[in-house]
DNA sequence: GTGCGACTGGGACGACTGTCCCACTTCGGC
DNA sequence: GCCGAAGTGGGACAGTCGTCCCAGTCGCAC
């Protein structure tokens, strides 16, 4: 094996627990499996991680610091509010078709960090950075379309969040892309709703 | 201990695991830890069920069919279809707030199923049911309003699904009261979108 | 009461887990 | 070239997991 100094070899680590999560889920991301990922050996990654645990919580800390601006309305003048929102919300359906197995992934997480009191702050890190996504998107969407919000915009991106959640769930069961985008619509049209004429 | 029956030494175990599964969540739900929880010892376990996979199948599917009415509108009638819709879906917040883990391990449930091809129908019957469910009381709703549905309703039913399983979501991640009652507006506003007079 | 099948308890099994140890190799600075 | 520190490999550890076995006990039908 190549030499690489811990650092490198802590990405690498977390890449590979990455793919072993979103192909297996975290019960079976062991420390064997990760390593054999990464193809590693069990030396490695206790000379790169004090612990199985410090390595999912860095794992959170990096695939939630990395998330990209999903829930991006192309931006063609013109269109209503409701329309930008709408598209904006299939942009992220695509993105959860084009990989479901990492917004799977996400959500594991989530529910994992929501089960130990010290790693709660985790999920809630993921869900603010989520609003704060989800936030842009909105001030972008009513300054193109020249509106503003009458909601406080946390508020509005929040609904959001939970909005584009329940549609990430109900999808990764059913697989119903139909259904999907009715989700779509509804959430596009109830979130319209919070803004009026600037 | 007492002699039991297979059959009821089946239910108790069934109810100990969603006791441990609402508790410490699915991974932690072991067959030691089940057998613990109803006082039994391993062999009872394995006297009752072929397998711990068989176990969990089990507590799925009761845990599924036990499923009741949470989102039931109030049927206070002179109201109209958006106030009742977000009456129901704050009782379901209600519900929620009063047994959190109970919902949060329905969620570990349905992902815990959709890990293996095998169990990933467990998923979808578990989301057949919650479709029914909130069709029952979208049809109910709009007949105390007087009013009839313009989209099919097992369409709209599967919208309030996505909405409430959003609201479930964040709020167990944040317990934001009012961002959970921000939602149940929004969903109400826009389901009640999808009916006309009669 | 006797016998047989249903049920129980405790201990054991092999597999797998996270972690650790230690002898070894390689590298950069001198 | 030398040396200490950084990095590596393989094997071992104790603990936990699901499962199994077996000797024993209870209760009911006859």
Do not use: C, N
């Not at 490695?44 to 939630?64: K, N, Q």
């Not at 409701?82 to 917004?103: T, V």
């Not at 992934?105 to 996504?133: I, V």
């Not at 991106?157 to 769930?169: K, Q």
């Amino acid at each position: 094996m190549a030499r690489i100094p811990a650092s490198e070899r802590r990405a690498a680590l977390i890449e590979a627990a990455l793919r072993v999560v979103s192909r297996r889920g975290i019960a079976q991301a062991t420390t064997r499996a990760i390593v054999a990922e990464a193809g590693m050996s069990l030396a490695s990654f206790h000379y790169a991680f004090d612990s199985r645990d410090e390595l999912i919580d860095e794992l959170i800390i990096t695939v939630v610091a990395r998330e990209q601006q999903a829930v991006i309305p192309d931006l063609s003048p013109g269109q209503s509010l409701r329309e930008l929102l709408e598209s904006g919300i299939l942009g992220y359906f695509e993105h959860l078709k084009a990989d479901p197995e990492h917004e799977q992934a996400m959500l594991e997480l989530t529910q994992y960090a929501l089960r130990s009191p010290e790693r709660h702050p985790l999920a809630r890190a993921q869900y603010a950075r989520y609003a704060e996504l989800a936030e842009r998107s909105l001030e972008l969407a009513a300054s193109v379309a020249d509106v503003a919000w009458r909601v406080p915009v946390p508020e509005v991106a929040r609904t959001l969040v939970a909005f584009t959640d329940g549609l990430t769930l109900t999808w990764l069961v059913d697989r119903d892309d139909d259904a999907a985008r009715a989700v779509a619509q509804a959430a596009a049209d109830a979130l319209s709703r919070m803004a009026g004429p600037r």
